[in-house]
Structures are given as structure tokens and as C-alpha cells.
């Protein structure tokens, strides 16, 4: 039996209704929870320029691997004294079975001082590319927390402009009672009307920021993600990561691109004395077997040889690659000391901005944002009392939907400073990976 249109409708919507909680068991849900060693910990596995970096990783150690094996030998093989023209002596018979010799041999280089400075630099930049990674990964995964900044603080700004708008409704629905009472004008209906759609705007554009915050998110992580469950989790989650930067001590020297410049520095000091060893020849020695046919000259049919081949470094003794790896690595380590001094110097002044964001915003918090709030609710009684116009309480919403602004703004560079702040200062797992 088919089943009827409504059957298929209500089919229809329970997969839908399936496939949309498939969804939102797969998508990204942030939480006040997550600190940088988690979203790092998600973007490694799922960012694009992770594994890009990923690849250099798996090439330097390819290369590490390929230091530390030994060369091969080298096989030759000859078939030399070929008789052309008039024998001696003369007139033998069966000349190619009789002249001809047939040598084979074995050949290997010997490297004198090399070995060690190879495998060193390799190493360095096997250390040097996954430091590299490290360092890709911390950067996507501060990316990844300022979309999830902007998401909190878009979220928070909507919900404190929500509730302003629900009481411009309020305030409508009193100025539409005045106004049939005679006590009111259209004109202050207008200025209210209007008012509410400039706050409806104001939140509709939070709102707008906050999904093209969550596209952010999804384009870093490659999975769909979805904003915060609420305006109170979006705070949590912002106070959060102020108190981790607050609290974390400055550690620039384990920060992974600076470990990054550190291997390098390295792979050059190895590539140097790999350069100084040039100088030393590397002897190749071969071992050779000879049958030789031409015995009626009164050669020996079989014997062995052994030589030695030595190359002069009359030309090229390494001074170039020697000089050039030097000034490679005086570079990054001035790079380094600049590096840190950078770190240390805007440490301090990020600490001491982090500070006054944060006494910036306690203060609108707990101060001018309620003292607003209850000059608006004064006003409105004193406008349903009828003893002031309506102008006056559309000019205090005006100031109260501005201080709510400033305040979700002024939490948000509170945020965005306290990720400079991580930024620059390190973290313990830095610290560990040393």
C-alpha cells in the first residue's frame, strides 16, 4: 500500500529533521572551556595550512633518514688490450680468445669528517620544519579564537540590543495610549518608531557579524560550526581567555617560530663545518680482479689490483659554502634577539593595555551601564506620569544602546589584546616542546 501525500510529508520532514541532527552532531560548538592547546590540538588535524607545513615535515625527515646511511659502492667492469690489426706476435690464431683481458672491480668513497655535520644539519632541519608546523598550527589556532572572539562579542552586543528593543516596544505601545489620550503627539511616535528600527538595525548587523564569523570558522576548520548557545556562554567564554592571558607568564624564548629560527641557526653552524671538511679529501679506494688471455706475452692470466683515488682541493676548498652558511646563521640569530626584544618590550605594554580594558569595561559593567539602565526606567515613569516629553527618554535609550555597544566593544579588545598577549607570550606547552 502507497502511503497517502501527508504520510509522504511527514516522512519527508522526520529525514529532514534526522539529517539536520546528523549536522549538528558534526558541527563546531565553542565553549568557555576551550583554551589554545585545544583549538590547536582541532586545527592540526583539520587546517589546510597545517598539513601543507606537514609536508615539509615528512620530507626533512625523509632527508634526516637518508644522512645517516652509508654510501654505495660502485661496480665496474672492463674488457681492455682488444687486438687491432697485426698481433705480436705475429699471426696468432683465435686473437679475440687468445688477447683480450677482462677486469671487474669494486670502488667506495670514503667521506672524512662529513658524516657528523650531515646527519647535524639534517636533523637541525628536521627540527627547524617541525617547529615550523608547530608554529602554522598556533597561528591558525589564534585565528581560529579571534572568529570565535568576534562571534562572543557579536553575540553579546545582539543580546543586550534585543532587550533594548523589547522595551522600545514598551515605550511605543505608552506614547500610542498618550497620543489617544491627547497627551501626545504623532510626531513622538515617529522619533520612537524610528529609534526602534535604528536599534532593530543595530542588532541585525550583530547578528549578520556573528554568521559571517561562524563562515570564518568553518572556512579554518573545514567543518560547519555554529555560534554560542547563549549571550551568558559568549561571556563566559571572553572572560575566559582574559583571565589565561592574565595569568600567563612570558615565555617568547619556547614560542615554536622561535624554535624554528633557533634549528636553523643550527643547520647552518652544521652546514659550515660540512663546508670546513671539504678541505679533507675524501679517498676512493678500488679493489680490482684481472683475467688476462694474453699469457704468450708472458702476462699473469689472474692477479688482483688495488688503487686509491685522492681529489685535490686545488680550486673549491669550501670557503664560499663555508662563509655563505655563516652569515645565514649570524642573520637569524640577530633576527631572534630582535625577535625576543620585540616580544618582551610589547609584553609589557600589551600587560598594562590588558588592564585598562579591564577596569575600562568592570566600570561600564557595574557603574554606567546599570546607572543608564535606571535613568531610562526613571524617565519612562516620569514620561507615563506625564511630566517630561517623550524626547527625553528617546535621547537616554539613544545613550543606553551606545553604552551597550561600548561595552560588548570594549570586552572584545579586551579579548583581542589578550590574544596579542598569548601571542607573544608563549604558552607551557611551548615550553614543553623545547
Known amino acids: 500500500m502507497k502511503p497517502r501525500g501527508g504520510a509522504l510529508a511527514a516522512l519527508a520532514l522526520a529525514a529532514s529533521l534526522a539529517a539536520t541532527a546528523r549536522a549538528d552532531e558534526a558541527a563546531f560548538h ?69 688477447v683480450p683481458s677482462y677486469g671487474v672491480g669494486v670502488s667506495y668513497t670514503f667521506l672524512l669528517g662529513k658524516r657528523g655535520p650531515r646527519q647535524r644539519r639534517a636533523d637541525a632541519l628536521e627540527s627547524a620544519a617541525r617547529a ?168 699473469q692470466r689472474h692477479s688482483f689490483n688495488l688503487s686509491v683515488a685522492i681529489p685535490l682541493p686545488v680550486f673549491d676548498g669550501g670557503g664560499v659554502q663555508r662563509d655563505g652558511a655563516l652569515a645565514r646563521g649570524s642573520r637569524l640569530s640577530a633576527e631572534r634577539g630582535r625577535l625576543l626584544a620585540a616580544a618582551a618590550a610589547r609584553v609589557l605594554a600589551l600587560r598594562d593595555a590588558l588592564a585598562s580594558q579591564r577596569q575600562r569595561s568592570a566600570k561600564l559593567a557595574t557603574e554606567v551601564t546599570p546607572r543608564a539602565r535606571a535613568v531610562v526606567a526613571d524617565l519612562e515613569k516620569a514620561a507615563g506620569a506625564r511630566l517630561i516629553p517623550l524626547t527625553d527618554v528617546i535621547q537616554a535609550r539613544r545613550t543606553l544602546s551606545e553604552l551597550l555597544i561600548q561595552q560588548a566593544e570594549t570586552d572584545g579588545d579586551a579579548y583581542e589584546t589578550s590574544l596579542e598577549l598569548l601571542t607573544e607570550a608563549g604558552s607551557e606547552r611551548d615550553e614543553a616542546a623545547r
Open 132 to 299: 615550523t608546523v608547530a608554529a602554522t598550527t598556533r597561528a591558525q589556532a589564534l585565528a581560529l579564537a579571534r572568529v570565535l572572539g568576534t562571534m562572543a562579542v557579536a553575540s553579546m552586543r545582539a543580546e543586550g540590543l534585543r532587550a533594548l528593543v523589547e522595551e522600545q516596544r514598551g515605550s511605543i505601545a505608552l506614547a500610542e495610549v498618550r497620543l489617544r489620550a491627547g497627551f501626545a503627539t504623532p510626531l513622538d511616535l515617529d522619533r520612537l518608531q524610528i529609534e526602534l528600527s535604528r536599534v532593530e538595525q543595530q542588532v541585525s548587523a550583530s547578528e549578520t557579524e556573528a554568521r559571517l564569523a561562524e563562515a570564518s570558522c568553518a572556512g579554518l576548520l573545514g567543518q560547519r560550526c555554529v555560534g554560542f548557545a547563549s549571550a551568558d556562554e559568549a561571556r563566559a567564554f571572553v572572560s575566559a581567555w582574559t583571565a589565561r592571558a592574565e595569568r600567563a607568564t612570558p615565555r617568547p624564548e619556547a614560542r615554536p617560530d622561535v624554535r624554528a629560527l633557533d634549528a636553523a641557526r643550527r643547520a647552518m653552524v652544521a652546514e659550515a663545518e660540512l663546508a670546513r671538511a671539504t678541505r679533507i679529501p675524501d679517498p676512493t679506494v678500488r679493489v680490482g680482479y684481472l683475467y688476462d688471455q694474453f699469457v704468450i706475452s708472458g702476462n
Open 30 to 98: 565553542p565553549t568557555p572551556s576551550l583554551d589554545l592547546e585545544a583549538l590547536a590540538a582541532l586545527v592540526a588535524t583539520r587546517s589546510r595550512a597545517v598539513q601543507t607545513e606537514a609536508l615539509a615535515v615528512d620530507a626533512a625527515a625523509t632527508e634526516a633518514r637518508q644522512a645517516r646511511l652509508l654510501g654505495n659502492p660502485q661496480l665496474d667492469g672492463s674488457w681492455a688490450t682488444i687486438p687491432v690489426g697485426q698481433t705480436n706476435p705475429p699471426g696468432l690464431s683465435s686473437r679475440m680468445s687468445r
